[in-house]
T-cell receptor, first 113, second 113 residues
Framework: AQSVAQPEDQVNVAEGNPLTVKCTYSVSGNPYLFWYVQYPNRGLQFLLKYITGDNLVKGSYGFEAEFNKSQTSFHLKKPSALVSDSALYFCAVRDSGTYKYIFGTGTRLKVLA | NAGVTQTPKFRVLKTGQSMTLLCAQDMNHEYMYWYRQDPGMGLRLIHYSVGEGTTAKGEVPDGYNVSRLKKQNFLLGLESAAPSQTSVYFC????????????FGPGTRLLVL
């Protein structure tokens, strides 16, 4: 069965520093991978996706993610964190052969001024 | 263009009561989803629909029923609410087979006493 894991419940980073939010996946077949962000009391917003192609995927708000097939990882990155990036981040994968999506447990990012 | 809307925003139920959550989208999307969000568990798929008149089970369907009588609406029903169904419920939609981005509603917070 397809799954994603977000090993960190929370990540703290200083404003201006690079940030990484980790995600590993387990799929059969080609992975369809996603990152979403949730701000307080809001629904999730799409950030970026990997379907095929370049291993470095660029998304909204200056975020990017690196697909690594050998390490089965899809880490979210940003070169310079902003306080406004503080939110809950979810990694997700599409269940192969279906249109169901499986979400990770989420990582809370806190960017400190 | 309102996107995805959910009704109600908040509700308190007593154990054994029933209720229906309404999700509406004005983007002419084919696929619609119901998720629940619980602390430490991320988002879990309850039911989904790949088109008007169709529904399918997700990860945690027990205790819920759904209907998709109109393309723009996806209803989630709780026939006999239980405290374990206390959660935040999110609806999402996506355009079609080739479009992977899900658009989320603002959520419904449900408390079952």
């Amino acid at each position: 069965a397809q799954s994603v894991a977000q090993p960190e419940d929370q990540v703290n980073v200083a404003e201006g520093n690079p940030l990484t939010v980790k995600c590993t996946y387990s799929v059969s077949g080609n992975p369809y991978l996603f990152w979403y962000v949730q701000y307080p009391n809001r629904g999730l917003q799409f950030l970026l996706k990997y379907i095929t192609g370049d291993n470095l995927v660029k998304g909204s708000y200056g975020f990017e993610a690196e697909f690594n097939k050998s390490q089965t990882s899809f880490h979210l990155k940003k070169p310079s964190a902003l306080v406004s990036d503080s939110a809950l981040y979810f990694c997700a994968v599409r269940d192969s052969g279906t249109y169901k999506y499986i979400f990770g447990t989420g990582t809370r990012l806190k960017v400190l001024a | 263009n309102a996107g995805v809307t959910q009704t109600p925003k908040f509700r308190v139920l007593k154990t054994g009561q029933s209720m229906t959550l309404l999700c509406a989208q004005d983007m002419n999307h084919e696929y619609m989803y119901w998720y629940r969000q619980d602390p430490g568990m991320g988002l879990r798929l309850i039911h989904y629909s790949v088109g008007e008149g169709t529904t399918a089970k997700g990860e945690v369907p027990d205790g819920y029923n759904v209907s998709r009588l109109k393309k723009q609406n996806f209803l989630l029903g709780l026939e006999s609410a239980a405290p374990s169904q206390t959660s935040v419920y999110f609806c999402a939609s996506k355009r079609g087979t080739r479009q992977e981005t899900q658009y989320f509603g603002p959520g419904t917070r449900l408390l079952v006493l």
